[in-house]
């Protein structure tokens, strides 16, 4: 019994100091964060293939990944090296997966982009509902397919790989949901590492 106390005595005294760590305000972790998201938004995957956006609509707050648990894990071939970096991210995630982040206009893409508030984000999801009236098309969103959530960035302790999630969503039966995880290379840039992981996709039924 003195054996557990002490025990929960350690996890209790050195998990909120690794939580203070990682929330302190850091702006080359911010900019860590805005590369990755930057390009987890360059060519994105949706439910329907192509990338057909004019614009990307993006909604300014974060939510939490689909499904809630990060279903990816590195190969066998990299556990050896990024097995205990992946491990730490995942602590990452368990000490602040119920926070969100509201997103600035500090993403670098190829198309144009739009942060949608959380009545925008409703004014678009009405518009694509398979029980809207007749007629009741919203015009701000005629040249967009997809809305894309992003999730907030985990990372290791000294940040040389990330784990975070994105979705596009285009209807009730229209969406793709994926975890993915990046590392920095060498010379500082990161990098999709195309981890296999499971997804969860919802097609719309077309004629």
């Not at 990372?155 to 285009?170: D, E, P, Q, V, Y």
Request: with cysteine; charged share 25%.
């Amino acid at each position: 019994m003195l054996r557990l106390a002490s025990l929960l005595l350690v996890i209790f005294t050195t998990a909120p100091a690794f939580q203070q760590e990682v929330n302190r305000a850091d702006p080359e972790r911010e900019k860590d964060v805005y590369a990755i998201y930057s390009l987890m938004l360059t060519n994105p995957r949706t439910s329907h293939g192509a990338d057909d956006n004019k614009r990307y609509l993006i909604a300014a707050m974060t939510a939490p990944g689909v499904p809630h648990w990060p279903c990816v894990r590195p190969p066998k071939e990299r556990e050896a090296d990024r097995g205990a970096d992946f491990r730490e991210a995942l602590e990452d995630f368990t000490l602040r997966e119920g926070m969100q982040r509201q997103l600035s206009p500090r993403l670098m893409l190829p198309k144009p982009y739009v942060l949608l508030s959380a009545d925008e984000v409703r004014a678009f999801q009405e518009a694509r509902s398979l029980k809207k009236p007749p007629g009741s098309a919203d015009g701000r969103f005629g040249d967009v397919t997809d809305l894309f959530t992003l999730s907030d960035v985990y990372f290791n302790r000294r940040r040389t790989l990330a784990l975070t999630a994105i979705s596009s969503w285009c209807g009730n039966l229209c969406a793709l949901y994926q975890w993915k995880v990046f590392e920095r290379s060498a010379g500082g840039a990161w990098r999709d590492t195309q981890w296999n992981a499971c997804l969860a996709m919802a097609e719309s039924l077309r004629p």
